[in-house]
Structure formats: structure tokens, C-alpha cells
């Protein structure tokens, strides 16, 4: 059986009318469509459900029988219509995102106000996650958008960079015997003029990016501490336990952490931000005014920009 709403509506306007001409009129059809829609229903519930003649139309006990039915059917439709587009309306207001505990501390505060002056009345849900979190509740679609760098190549998400960073050397201040830059900026350090201090060394992947640069100094096989949390490093070489490496995603921290920075020069390493999306899903529409404040709040704060 197939019975549509439209047949059910044009069924009760019928039995209400009792006239073909006054109901298509009505339904905005032509008499021969109601006629047809009637017959198939008819076909379909197997029984008459008008008694017709030459000047009016009148309920069969079967047609009878149906009215407080299609009545109550159609009601129904209509409350679970309502719902569901409440529902949608609400999560059309709602952006779920998922970001690494350093990016959230460093930049979704101002990330956050600046998208409210562009989206009022939105509300963003924030989940600070380790990177391979990220991944897999993009892939879920547990969350609606993640923001990390150089994350793991998978075949349920899409990336796109958004921006790139450069990678920063870190210590206590005064340990890195740094010459102001020129301009304002940031001071620069090159990789043969690290200081003889433990290395802080972190869980990630991306440790082995920096190793590689280590490795040209001879210092890739040194005797380390290892963090899982990059704002765990950030505290450690705060507090003189040695230097660290972290991208410049996380300079706001590192400023408010008092910790010295320098740019990591000869060579330079750049680091690339994404944007991480489900494949095969329509991106939501609240996400490109969120990547655009994310981007003009970077920028901002030195963290993606040429230093």
C-alpha cells in the first residue's frame, strides 16, 4: 500500500465538500485528478469510500470509517513536522567543534567572539581532544568540523589547509642568549645554536619531524622526557627543565606563560593547519564564518603570518 498525504487531504476535503468541483477547485486540481486520486485509494483499500451520483457525493460507511482515521493520521504528520523542524532549526544553530587542548587555549576564546559577532545567538560546542580524537569524531560525525595540524591521512575525512606555521623553540627566559629582532617580531634561533639543555620531547608523531632536524646536529638520540600535552612542555621549559619545540599555534599561550621564543631558522620549518571534514557530508553552513574567524584570529596573533 502507498497512500500519500496529499491523497489523504484531498480525501477529507472531498468528504467535507461532497462536490468534485467544489473540492478541486479547492485543492488547486483539476476534477479528473481528484477523480483518479480517488479511484486509487479506493483500489488501494479495496472498498468504496463515496457513493456517487449525478449530483452529489456521499461517504460510504467504509469512507465513513476512514475520516477520524485520516483525520488523526494527518495530525500527526503534522506534530511530527513541527519536531522535526525544531530540531533542525536548533541544529542549524549549533556548531560542534574539535580541537587540540594547546589550539584551545591558545585561540578559541577570541575564535569563539569573533564568530559570535558574525553569528549571533549560535552556539559552539568546543571539544579539546588529542589530534587522533579529532579524526575519529570528524569520521563519526560526532562533531561537525576539527582543526589540527598535520593530521594522519584517513578515508572517512576530507583536510584542507588553512594555514601555515612555523616551528618555535621555547625556554625559560634568558636561556636561549637571544638578540632582539629587528622590526618587532619574533627572534630568531638556528638549530646549531640550540642551547646544551635537555630537549623536552613530545609523545605526538610529529616528534619525529623535529628529530629530523635534531639529527643533523647530532642531538636526535640525546636521553629525554617525552609529554603527551604540548602545554605540558610549554610549563616544563617554563619552569627550566629544558627547551621545547611547538608550532606557532600555540605563541598566545607561550606569551602568557612568559616562556622565551624564538623562531627556528636554517632551515625554517613550516607546519600546516587543517581544517578536518567528514567526507561525503555536506559541510555545514556555519562552518566557513567559524574557519574565517579562526583564520583572522591566527593571523592576529602572529600565528599565521610570515615572520
Known amino acids: 500500500?502507498?497512500?500519500?498525504?496529499?491523497?489523504?487531504?484531498?480525501?477529507?476535503?472531498?468528504?467535507?465538500?461532497?462536490s468534485f468541483t467544489r473540492?478541486?477547485?479547492?485543492?488547486?486540481?483539476t476534477q479528473a485528478g481528484l477523480s483518479f486520486m480517488m479511484r486509487d485509494l479506493e483500489a488501494q483499500f479495496d472498498?468504496?469510500?463515496?457513493?456517487?451520483?449525478?449530483r452529489a457525493v456521499s461517504l460510504t460507511p467504509a469512507g465513513q470509517q476512514l475520516v477520524p482515521r485520516a483525520e488523526r493520521m494527518l495530525a500527526e504528520f503534522d506534530e511530527a513536522c513541527v519536531a522535526l523542524g525544531k530540531i533542525s532549526a536548533h541544529a542549524k544553530r549549533v556548531l560542534t567543534v574539535a580541537v587540540a587542548p594547546v589550539v584551545a587555549v591558545s585561540l578559541l576564546a577570541d575564535v569563539c567572539k569573533r564568530f559570535a559577532e558574525l553569528e549571533p545567538g549560535v552556539t559552539v560546542r568546543l571539544r579539546?581532544?588529542?589530534?587522533?580524537?579529532?579524526?575519529?569524531?570528524?569520521?563519526?560525525g560526532e562533531v561537525d568540523v576539527g582543526f589540527c595540524a598535520q593530521p594522519s591521512?584517513?578515508?572517512?575525512?576530507?583536510?584542507?589547509?588553512?594555514?601555515?606555521?612555523?616551528?618555535?623553540?621555547?625556554?625559560r627566559p634568558g636561556t636561549l642568549d637571544l638578540k632582539p629582532a629587528r622590526g618587532g617580531g619574533l627572534p630568531v634561533i638556528r638549530w646549531a645554536q640550540l642551547p646544551k639543555l635537555p630537549i623536552l620531547a613530545s609523545a605526538d608523531p610529529s616528534q619525529g619531524l623535529i628529530d629530523e632536524y635534531l639529527e643533523k646536529i647530532g642531538r636526535a638520540h640525546e636521553e629525554r622526557p617525552a609529554y603527551a600535552s604540548m602545554p605540558t612542555i610549554i610549563a616544563m621549559a617554563a619552569g627550566g627543565f629544558g627547551i621545547g619545540f611547538v608550532p606557532s599555534f600555540a605563541l598566545p599561550i607561550c606569551q602568557r606563560l612568559g616562556v622565551e621564543v624564538a623562531l627556528l631558522q636554517r632551515p625554517s620549518v613550516e607546519i600546516d593547519f587543517y581544517r578536518i571534514t567528514k567526507k561525503g557530508r555536506e559541510i555545514p553552513?556555519?562552518?566557513?564564518?567559524?574557519?574565517?574567524?579562526?583564520?583572522?584570529?591566527a593571523r592576529a596573533a602572529g600565528v599565521a603570518q610570515s615572520f
Not at 1 to 10: E, G, P
Not at 47 to 54: Q, V
Not at 153 to 171: E, P, Q
Request: net charge positive; hydrophobic share 45%.
Open 128 to 140: 579539546d581532544v588529542n589530534k587522533e580524537r579529532i579524526l575519529a569524531m570528524v569520521e563519526s
Open 1 to 18: 500500500m502507498n497512500v500519500s498525504t496529499r491523497q489523504l487531504k484531498a480525501f477529507l476535503c472531498l468528504a467535507r465538500l461532497q
Open 23 to 29: 473540492a478541486a477547485e479547492q485543492l488547486h486540481i
Open 285 to 297: 553552513r556555519l562552518v566557513d564564518p567559524f574557519v574565517a574567524s579562526f583564520v583572522e584570529v
Open 153 to 171: 591521512t584517513t578515508s572517512g575525512t576530507d583536510r584542507l589547509s588553512l594555514f601555515k606555521c612555523r616551528l618555535l623553540c621555547i625556554a
Open 47 to 54: 472498498c468504496r469510500l463515496f457513493d456517487r451520483t449525478t
